[in-house]
């Protein structure tokens, strides 16, 4: 089976599985973020384990990734994936496919000394894709795609955050 033939097989199970009984996909996805030394994180997800760091000129090790990259990475990788799995299922083949995610910021707001919000004031992609289909199936399955994107709506959309905290009184 070519690898096209997985994914769509892949993606209309989980779809019917989903439809038939919807509590099947739902869920609570959890990510354990310890902050270590000065200011690197050392992050656990399931078998996942990453780092998150500063730049020096921002006062941390610069031994990982931002968070910014992070979640730029997060909202690009989506993206790819989902453009991969929507074409997989119109059966549009992709030749290749480059998705650049760019945001505009103003460390003001983040730093306390402007009245600007701290996160991005825009955020762009630009999709770049090469595929052999009628252009309007290629826009069918971005369009398709976008509009099922789960780090798309987390970017677009106000979503309900909360925090919650338990304070540990270290003993001396």
């Given at each position: 089976?070519?690898?096209?033939?997985?994914?769509?097989t892949?993606f209309?199970?989980?779809?019917?599985?989903?439809?038939?009984?919807p509590?099947?996909?739902?869920?609570?996805?959890?990510?354990?973020?310890?902050?270590?030394?000065?200011?690197?994180?050392?992050?656990?997800?399931?078998?996942?384990?990453?780092?998150?760091?500063?730049?020096?000129?921002?006062?941390?090790?610069?031994?990982?990734?931002?968070?910014?990259?992070?979640?730029?990475t997060?909202?690009?990788s989506?993206?790819a994936?989902?453009?991969a799995?929507?074409?997989?299922?119109?059966?549009?083949?992709?030749?290749?496919?480059?998705?650049?995610v760019?945001?505009?910021?103003?460390?003001?707001?983040?730093?306390?000394?402007?009245?600007?919000?701290?996160?991005y004031?825009?955020?762009r992609?630009?999709?770049?894709?090469?595929?052999?289909?009628?252009?309007?199936?290629?826009?069918?399955?971005?369009?398709?795609?976008?509009?099922?994107?789960?780090?798309?709506?987390?970017?677009?959309?106000?979503?309900d955050l909360?925090?919650?905290?338990r304070?540990?009184?270290?003993?001396?």
């Amino acid at each position: 089976m070519e690898r096209a033939d997985t994914i769509k097989t892949a993606f209309e199970r989980n779809a019917k599985a989903i439809s038939l009984r919807p509590s099947v996909g739902q869920g609570t996805a959890k990510t354990r973020v310890t902050l270590r030394d000065g200011l690197t994180c050392e992050v656990e997800d399931g078998p996942w384990k990453m780092a998150v760091d500063l730049s020096i000129k921002s006062g941390g090790d610069a031994q990982a990734p931002d968070p910014g990259v992070y979640g730029r990475t997060a909202l690009g990788s989506c993206l790819a994936i989902g453009y991969a799995m929507w074409a997989a299922k119109r059966g549009v083949t992709i030749n290749s496919l480059v998705v650049e995610v760019q945001a505009d910021y103003d460390s003001g707001g983040s730093h306390g000394v402007t009245d600007v919000p701290p996160g991005y004031r825009q955020v762009r992609y630009i999709v770049t894709i090469d595929s052999d289909a009628p252009e309007a199936d290629v826009m069918r399955v971005l369009d398709d795609a976008d509009a099922h994107s789960a780090y798309r709506d987390v970017f677009t959309r106000a979503i309900d955050l909360r925090r919650e905290v338990r304070v540990a009184a270290t003993k001396r």
